[in-house]
């Protein structure tokens, strides 16, 4: 917008102001120029990179597209040189290893489909009850992929685990400025969770996506993928690996990502990690923009069992009376472990209808709330779905 602009004054000026008027514009606005990564996403921020796709492009495949998946990414894609990059895995181990790509190459290939998610997915909705900062996510920081690479427990079994080994360090390459100091991305998961034989469900080292080499926005050349655990925990651009006897002591594991009250040292040192994603959900179509004719109206949207493994998404529905009354909407598409669920069905609408209201339970007890409490990062949001609507 801004250089149409500025080169629309500059013409004034060499036109001396005249017949310039009757020209017909170009409707360019910023948020319509093509992403230089290829991105269809609506951007929270542009450096870095934060991005969400419209929710209607979102639920129209069961597999996210790259350019329909979430970016969120605290500094800039990092530059990597692939003929320089090596992964090195060290702490609690009997042989430390420094592995490059083609070692990694030579390991067994792995594939798993799984849903990522931002912890602060639903965040803007907190902001009714009192503001919350960070990327001001609606819905759509989710999407479901098929990552393919090496089994994190076959390298950990490489460098030969130790005994007393009970959590497994990630840091990326990334380079993100804090107050006075600059840090990479990190976090961990238990020991129980990486050392998990075959696909799921521990942990894979991706350099595919959806049968693709990893984007630069996604991790190139190597993540990890973490099914069943927030977003948070699969670090992108993954450049060292340490087994410890404690935490990663890393900024986004130790204190971000917990749910906390106020952001005061008490609260930090009072609450644990975050590591399993509770169910979640979302109406997707209709968009609350639309004028809708009052009669049937079809619904669709998603919805995430709880991270955990053998959970299946149990019942799905769908209110238009602020939750006194619930009909059930249908699946569609597949069911997989530690995937979302599409889902659609179709409702009775009125010009007294101002909302339409999901819910979902799973089979390990997870429901989506009435309300969830306030926290200070706006994490976890997963209260039942409100889509305020118009109905003529
Ligand atoms: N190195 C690194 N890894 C990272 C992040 C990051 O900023 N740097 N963001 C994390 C967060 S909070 C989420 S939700 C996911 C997002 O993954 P995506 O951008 O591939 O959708 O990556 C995680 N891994
Ligand atoms: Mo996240």
Redesign the pocket.
Known sequence: MKSIELSRRELMIATGGFAIMSLEWPSLSLSQEPDPLGKDLIFRTTD?RNAEPELAKLVQSWITPVKH???????PNPDIDVNQYALTVEGCVRSPLTLTLSDLGRLPRHSVTAT?????NRRAEFNQEGKVGGVQWESG?I?NARWSGIALADVLKQAGVLEHAKHVWFE???K?QRKDEVI???GSIPIEKAMVPGDLPGALLADQMNGQPLTP???FPL?TVVPGY?????????GKIVVSDKPSPNH?LATAYKIVKQTGAIDWAESGPIYRYPINGAIATPDSNATIPAGQLDVSGYVLPTGRLGTKVQRIQISTDQGATWKAAQTFGQTSEFCWQLWRGRVNVTPQTKALYLRASDTSGGFMPARVPWNAKGYLQNSWYRLPIRVS
């Open positions: 870095p998946f979430y970016v969120r990414s605290h500094a990522l998610t931002c912890a602060g920081a999407g990326g390459l990334d993100i990479p991305f990190g926005d996604h991790g993540r927030i977003g948070a925990r699969s670090v992108k651009w993954l986004y």
